[in-house]
């Protein structure tokens, strides 16, 4: 064991030290890390390699780079995947975390022109709305505003969300024919801002998503994610 320790490029081991600090906790996000002299002494190794081990975590968003200040532990980014359509509560426990729902919203509301075009129904046409906070070990990483065609899920609003998502609920009763969807970045309202704790100046990543089923648009949501916190991952 000891000779294949010794196998371990020198950077390498400086970078497993640095994550086993972070994964267990004794530097948190927002925390400086001891400064690259300081690690060239405590390894016995050249500022070089401990400057290789800093980079690279830095390119991985492990770290983040203050200019004049240090190096700080990154804010995790949270990912979605775009090429699969996941419950959010899905996602959190994959990663090991506790999600929770926030109902904020639930109720039904006639089409107003805009709305009746996104669906391509009357004006009129009855559809029920949600705007939900989802949580991830109690930190706001998303704002669901759903209005969904009640035709095709007519029992929506008799849903418990906080125990099931609506994606959840959809998947069931509306089995997914496909989805258009677009990313922006956005300054949220003043009322997103507060439901995610963040400031209005701060920019989001809006996912905007519209999903058919059965020959009819199912659902048209508007996901707002915090962009210091969250980021889209997609692949084949």
Known sequence: MAEAKQDIPLFQRIKDHLLAQIHAGKWREGDVIP????LAAQFQVSRMTVNRAVRELTAEQILTRVQGS??????????????EIKSIAEE?????????????TLESCQA??????????????????????HWENEVPIQVEDRW??????????????????PNEYL???A????????????????????????????????????????????????????GNRYQFAGGF
């Not at 400064?35 to 300081?38: D, I, L």
Request: aromatic share 6%; hydrophobic share 40%.
């Open 175 to 226: 089995p997914l024919q496909g989805v258009n969807y677009s990313i922006e970045a956005m300054s949220p309202p003043r009322e997103i801002a507060d439901m995610l704790h963040i400031q209005q100046k701060d920019a989001c990543l809006v996912l905007h998503r519209k999903t058919l089923s059965r020959g009819s648009v199912a659902s048209v949501a508007t996901m707002w994610h915090p």
């Open 171 to 173: 998947m069931v009763v």
């Open 148 to 165: 969904v065609n009640s035709t095709v899920a007519p029992e929506y609003l008799d849903q418990d969300f906080s125990v099931a998502t």
């Open 70 to 83: 240090g190096t700080f532990v990154a804010q995790r980014k949270y990912q979605s995947t775009l090429v």
């Open 35 to 38: 400064s690259e002299p300081e």
């Open 92 to 104: 959190v426990r994959a990663r090991g975390h506790v999600h929770r729902s926030e109902v904020y």
């Open 112 to 133: 107003g022109e805009t709305l009746a075009a996104e669906f391509s129904v009357e004006a009129g046409h009855l559809l029920h709305h949600s705007v939900i906070v």
